[in-house]
Antibody, heavy 120, light 111 residues
Framework: EVQLVQSGTEVKKPGESLRISCKAS????????ITWVRQMPGKGLEWMGK????????NYSPSFQGHVTISTDKSISTAYLQWSSLKASDTAMYYCASLPGGQTNWFDPWGQGTLVIVSS | NFMLTQPHSVSESPGKTVTISCTGS????????VQWYQQRPGSAPTTVIYEDNQRPSGVPDRFSGSIDSSSNSASLTISGLKTEDEADYYCQSYDSSYQGVFGGGTKLTVL
């Protein structure tokens, strides 16, 4: 069974750094792109960016370029989303998902989500 | 920038049929496949339609998707509505730079 399991809830202060994870299982990790999606409280889904685990090529939404970094560790089949300096506006649920058919394919499966709370 | 526009909300009675639209802002919506995701409160999204009109295994055939190039739009149709279909639905596709794009989401109420 293809599965993505994300790390747990994080509570951070503005200005702190953070890395959340998304561990894949049930398939060859380097075969499928991984994407990240933000959902702010009570709002819709926003596409953040994606990475090809085979070569670490990334493609970011202009809205998130420069503010977050997407990376992978092939040795442990894990993708990461990281911030160097969090803002209160980063408070949101973050989902990872794989793209089983290529970089313009559907998102499936999705991880369960990681809640990030940024508050002083 | 390529954008997808959905109605904010729709409502219909159990047993009826509802259609949710997703209109592309520019270019051709047929340039890339359109997906539809269902999100129930407190849960991660799940796929109900991929590649315009394909249903993942486990999704009932009450769910169907289509593309209308003349109106540059995609549609999700749910027939025989059940109360369990009450959820938020998002269309998704890609722009010319292969970047993902979501519609704003449609809240479906089954009353």
């Amino acid at each position: 069974e293809v599965q993505l399991v994300q790390s747990g809830t994080e509570v951070k202060k503005p200005g702190e750094s953070l890395r959340i994870s998304c561990k894949a299982s049930g398939y060859t990790f380097t075969s499928y792109w991984i994407t990240w999606v933000r959902q702010m409280p009570g709002k819709g889904l926003e596409w953040m960016g994606k990475i090809d685990p085979s070569d670490s090529y990334t493609n970011y939404s202009p809205s998130f370029q420069g503010h977050v970094t997407i990376s992978t560790d092939k040795s442990i089949s894990t993708a990461y989303l990281q911030w160097s300096s969090l803002k209160a506006s980063d408070t949101a649920m973050y989902y990872c998902a794989s793209l089983p058919g290529g970089q313009t394919n559907w998102f499936d499966p999705w991880g369960q989500g990681t809640l990030v709370i940024v508050s002083s | 920038n390529f954008m997808l526009t959905q109605p904010h909300s729709v409502s219909e009675s159990p047993g009826k049929t509802v259609t949710i639209s997703c209109t592309g802002s520019s270019g051709s919506i047929a340039s890339h496949y359109v997906q539809w995701y269902q999100q129930r409160p407190g849960s991660a999204p799940t796929t109900v339609i991929y590649e315009d009109n394909q249903r993942p295994s486990g999704v009932p055939d009450r769910f169907s998707g289509s593309i209308d190039s003349s109106s540059n739009s995609a549609s999700l149709t749910i027939s025989g509505l059940k109360t369990e279909d009450e959820a938020d639905y998002y269309c998704q596709s890609y722009d010319s730079s292969y970047q993902g794009v979501f519609g704003g989401g449609t809240k479906l109420t089954v009353l």
